[in-house]
């Protein structure tokens, strides 16, 4: 816990919880970790720190408890940061997208899925609800510290937009994500398999919009299997137009990647190669 | 000319691109239009009548000059100001990108291509060249007070967004806008021909994001035609679900439209129907 503040809160919110779950009959488990400590000794930020921290509990529960299902709160206002925040990355059309109403993770070898039941109720309809039911709630303190990009968002963006347009971003923004889904969904079920070596020919016969995004989906597969999940670098447009210079034969036969690696073409595939160990 | 500051600022911008024209030896056309009465008498919003102007103004110098291409001068900020508009109203795919460099344009029967060469230079870069050149250039005062939208965009949505992040949004909205463009284009070049009489099975046929496509393409080229091309409403999601309802066999045959126009499936056919004259 990273300041005296949240700690107190984080206090009133676990003993809230723990009495919920025991009103409702359900199991309770809780975790307490120095989030500073971890984000200095694994040189993260606080925000990734927290972030593994969470995984690393939630994947632990459902260890214990022989779960395969996680249940996430996130609510339709959580969304609507969420695809703006994607949006103004320019992150390409796979990650333009909110988050699943059902998705799967994979942790530390574990395969979970993950539902989020509420992400169509807004915030104001889930207190709503809670109010005509006599269920008090928390609200969760640690919104504004271990997350400063999504309160920033929550906070000055979203309101100032709102303000200036006179009227709520929310119903357009979710119906966008919903048409790009689909669309990406449906672009997704086009694409033919792929196997560690990447036939070049069938590359070349795909369409530019589908070509990209088996190159993106690829190295995206293959660099963590080459460096470990945690060392991948993050793949985003500028390596694919890199990736995709090599499907020309008149072009060099290896390019670099970030993380050290190589991307080479041979006999018509393309395969990544391993940093070399230092001299 | 709707106030008197807009006035003055207009004679200069009309003098100094007058004695531009001349020194450059290019032609030089130019008109002076009552907005607010153009607004009063059309029942019209003051941008929306001085969007018809302009228009029309365009039009009727591409006649007199026998022109058949259009030069407009947006800028690649004005494409972010787009892109950022079009994503916030939620406008689905075809609406979310911005302008493109080439296009065309059909206005009172005339069709015009329209190029914007400017298109991939800033605001700041286009300042920059001309300072090199040693060439003076006006501000535009009128992007305030006709366009109080885009104005919102540029002075207080967009610089919030940067202050907030702590970067700016000009490449990834421009890039993104690169990839959702190519995408569209490969899935529009999917789409079978739209007769005035749209083949139902051939659209069931369809992947469900083409499905939605061909519609939304279909009512945007039929409706002006069926209600006069200032008549006929504007064509969104809502419309494209609703007019999905009528492609199954166990459904009404029937459904409005907006407009006072019905849609219609009879013999495996869909097709549109006028309003009927007022009793």
């Given at each position: 816990l990273h300041h005296g503040l949240r700690g107190a809160a984080a206090t009133r919110d676990q003993s809230f919880v723990r009495r919920l779950a025991q009103k409702l009959g359900f199991g309770f488990r809780t975790d307490r970790i120095d989030l500073s400590q971890l984000a200095q000794s694994r040189k993260l930020s606080l925000e990734t720190a927290g972030r593994l921290a969470r995984h690393n509990f939630f994947a632990d529960c459902a260890r214990a408890e022989r779960a395969s299902i996680l249940l996430l709160a996130h609510h339709a206002d959580d969304q609507v940061e969420t695809i703006l925040h994607n949006f103004l990355r320019g992150s390409g059309r796979r990650g333009l997208g909110g988050m699943r109403e059902k998705s799967a993770w994979t942790h530390q070898g574990r395969k979970l899925e993950i539902w989020r039941?509420?992400?169509?109720?807004?915030r104001e309809e889930l207190r709503s609800y809670l109010r005509q039911n006599n269920q008090s709630w928390r609200e969760d303190a640690s919104n504004s510290s271990l997350d400063p990009i999504r309160n920033r968002f929550r906070h000055r963006i979203i309101p100032t937009i709102e303000k200036s347009l006179g009227r709520q971003i929310s119903a357009p923004l979710l119906r966008l994500d919903q048409i790009l889904r689909e669309e990406d969904d449906w672009m997704d079920s086009l694409l033919p398999p792929r196997p560690a070596e990447l036939p070049i020919q069938e590359l070349n016969l795909l369409p530019l919009p589908l070509q990209r995004r088996q190159l993106l989906y690829w190295l995206q597969e293959q660099l963590p299997r080459l460096l470990g999940e945690n060392k991948a670098p993050t793949i985003g447009w500028h390596e694919v137009e890199t990736a995709r210079?090599?499907?020309?034969?008149?072009?060099?036969a290896k390019i670099n990647l970030p993380g050290h690696c190589h991307l080479r073409r041979r006999q018509g595939l393309l395969f990544l190669s391993p940093p070399k160990a230092a001299p």
């Amino acid at each position: 816990l990273h300041h005296g503040l949240r700690g107190a809160a984080a206090t009133r919110d676990q003993s809230f919880v723990r009495r919920l779950a025991q009103k409702l009959g359900f199991g309770f488990r809780t975790d307490r970790i120095d989030l500073s400590q971890l984000a200095q000794s694994r040189k993260l930020s606080l925000e990734t720190a927290g972030r593994l921290a969470r995984h690393n509990f939630f994947a632990d529960c459902a260890r214990a408890e022989r779960a395969s299902i996680l249940l996430l709160a996130h609510h339709a206002d959580d969304q609507v940061e969420t695809i703006l925040h994607n949006f103004l990355r320019g992150s390409g059309r796979r990650g333009l997208g909110g988050m699943r109403e059902k998705s799967a993770w994979t942790h530390q070898g574990r395969k979970l899925e993950i539902w989020r039941p509420l992400l169509n109720w807004s915030r104001e309809e889930l207190r709503s609800y809670l109010r005509q039911n006599n269920q008090s709630w928390r609200e969760d303190a640690s919104n504004s510290s271990l997350d400063p990009i999504r309160n920033r968002f929550r906070h000055r963006i979203i309101p100032t937009i709102e303000k200036s347009l006179g009227r709520q971003i929310s119903a357009p923004l979710l119906r966008l994500d919903q048409i790009l889904r689909e669309e990406d969904d449906w672009m997704d079920s086009l694409l033919p398999p792929r196997p560690a070596e990447l036939p070049i020919q069938e590359l070349n016969l795909l369409p530019l919009p589908l070509q990209r995004r088996q190159l993106l989906y690829w190295l995206q597969e293959q660099l963590p299997r080459l460096l470990g999940e945690n060392k991948a670098p993050t793949i985003g447009w500028h390596e694919v137009e890199t990736a995709r210079t090599l499907l020309s034969r008149t072009s060099p036969a290896k390019i670099n990647l970030p993380g050290h690696c190589h991307l080479r073409r041979r006999q018509g595939l393309l395969f990544l190669s391993p940093p070399k160990a230092a001299p």
